[in-house]
């Protein structure tokens, strides 16, 4: 069986580290699409079993919590019935220390509550302590903080709105993040520290009635 040289392998890992597709990276290193995407699987499968050894016991401050668009196989407009969970749309759920803005904990799937929940599961095993939590206003967040960090977890939203009005239907062709036009915060639980308090201003972290 022919081994692709080391050399080769760097190359093609560089290539997706960028951002490119399989079929462009193929393109690019004169390299098999077929053995590209073996080698991409490999080696993700590798830094999936790392981090999960080495990020446990982590002691963060603050952790922000955000999700990246993607789509597997085809565009959502195009997705069968029989296609829905695994086709389409998908997202990356993140939980990243703020300070060392490493990622913590994440999960790949539909942006809906069962993912949510799967995903604060497992980065509450992986941190220590109760740290402050950053969070967009997507509302499952909201009960999967609650029942995995505590009813008093330091949780605080920040809704930002883009120049772009209808995000939802203006990801699937936009490849550049729209332009924030305004950011608002919410305090939905806990007590921010003071640094974290007075950065963000007093009155948007009043108590909601």
């Not at 302590?129 to 977890?153: C, K, V």
Request: aromatic share 6%.
């Amino acid at each position: 069986m022919n081994i692709l040289p080391r050399e080769k392998q760097i190359e093609v890992i560089v290539a997706l580290c960028e951002g490119v597709g399989i079929r462009t990276a193929s393109r690019l290193t004169g390299v098999n699409r077929g053995t590209v995407g073996r080698l991409a699987l490999q080696v993700g499968m590798g830094c999936a079993e790392l981090h999960d050894r080495l990020m446990v016991g982590v002691r963060a401050e603050r952790l922000e919590l955000d999700e990246a668009w993607s789509f597997v196989g085809k565009k959502q407009k195009n997705v069968k019935k029989n296609e829905i969970f695994a086709k389409g749309d998908q997202y990356v759920f993140i939980g990243m220390s703020a300070s060392h803005k490493a990622i913590i904990g994440y999960r790949v799937g539909k942006r809906d509550t069962e993912n949510t929940t799967l995903f604060l599961d497992d980065l509450r095993g992986r941190v220590i302590g109760q740290p402050e939590i950053s969070t967009d206003g997507f509302h499952p967040y909201r009960p999967a903080i609650r029942d995995t960090f505590g009813p008093h977890a330091n949780h605080g939203v920040v809704v930002k709105t883009y120049s772009v009005t209808n995000l939802a239907k203006q990801a699937a062709i936009r490849y550049s993040p729209a332009q924030v036009v305004a950011v608002a915060r919410e305090l939905v639980s806990g007590v921010p520290g003071l640094d974290y308090r007075a950065a963000c201003g007093r009155r948007a972290f009043n108590n909601p009635t």
